[in-house]
């Protein structure tokens, strides 16, 4: 069978032959991106490029240096142009609370102010998030395991100008013993501020550990002991390693915690 071939538009009016320009793409010589020099036969992985020359190595560890021309490689069997790869400009690292991170620093000599947390889940869950601050700093969080006692405590620890206090509080809203508590001990040298959540695992978002929403505990039940029975997690020690090995950063936090720590970190540092 003959086949018929269909030239339409291979021919101008004046009977020339139209030539189709092919695009040439850009690829950037990133380092590992294996070509091919056509000229030499030269194969390899790009292991140095500058504005003007690309270093490739062979399997063998061969070395060869080609000028960056216009269309001088294969890449993937087709022609193209290799060209340096785009600087992504650096930016100042942040640790995870978001502030500037302090490269090549050491813990300051810890200040006389401290900041006290009601147990050892906030004080875990400040330092996975603040560490870095308080380090540079030089504040020390302290768990007082509960607000029972926390007149005698402040009275005990004797806050005064270079010697301030911060205390952060669960369930900080009006009406509740924990409001009251804070209003007994506040004063020029001692600030109390918290969150509105139950428990400070509540002020970690949702959504960080896999669940839609952290379940109501009924009234008289310990709040972990409900939440870790509702969500089948084990005993509330097994949900503290899910909850806190969930946090890695400011973003994994509600922001009243947020507002709350920032708060405290800077009236003991002022």
Not at 1 to 29: C, K
Not at 210 to 219: L, M, Q, S, T, Y
Not at 237 to 245: E, I, P, Q, S, T
């Amino acid at each position: 069978m003959t086949r018929s071939h269909d030239y339409r538009g291979a021919f101008g009016s004046d009977g020339t032959r139209n030539r189709v320009r092919r695009e040439i793409p850009e690829v950037p010589a990133e380092a590992g991106l294996v070509v091919e020099d056509p000229a030499s036969g030269f194969c390899g992985a790009v292991v140095g490029v500058s504005v003007r020359d690309v270093t490739l190595e062979d399997r063998h560890g061969g070395r060869r240096v080609f000028p960056l021309r216009p269309a001088a490689f294969l890449f993937e069997g087709a022609p193209a142009t290799l060209v340096p790869p785009k600087r992504v400009p650096v930016g100042p690292v942040r640790s995870a609370s978001g502030s500037i991170k302090v490269q090549g620093h050491t813990a300051r000599t810890a200040r006389a102010a401290r900041i006290w947390v009601e147990g050892l889940h906030d004080a875990e869950l400040v330092e996975r998030v603040w560490g870095h601050d308080l380090r540079v700093e030089g504040v020390v969080v302290e768990p007082m395991h509960g607000m029972d006692d926390i007149a005698a405590a402040v009275a005990g620890f004797g806050p005064g100008p270079g010697r301030r206090l911060g205390v952060l509080v669960d369930h900080l809203v009006e009406g509740s013993k924990e409001t009251r508590a804070a209003a007994a001990v506040a004063g020029p040298d001692v600030l109390v501020t918290g969150h509105p959540y139950v428990d400070v695992w509540q002020a970690v978002k949702p959504s960080v550990v896999g669940i839609r929403a952290w379940p109501e505990v009924p009234r008289g039940t310990d709040w972990k002991t409900g939440v870790c029975a509702a969500l089948r997690w084990g005993q509330p020690a097994d949900g503290a390693r899910r909850v806190l090995g969930a946090v890695h950063s400011f973003r994994d936090l509600e922001v009243p915690l947020i507002n709350a720590v920032e708060r405290l970190i800077d009236f003991v540092t002022s």
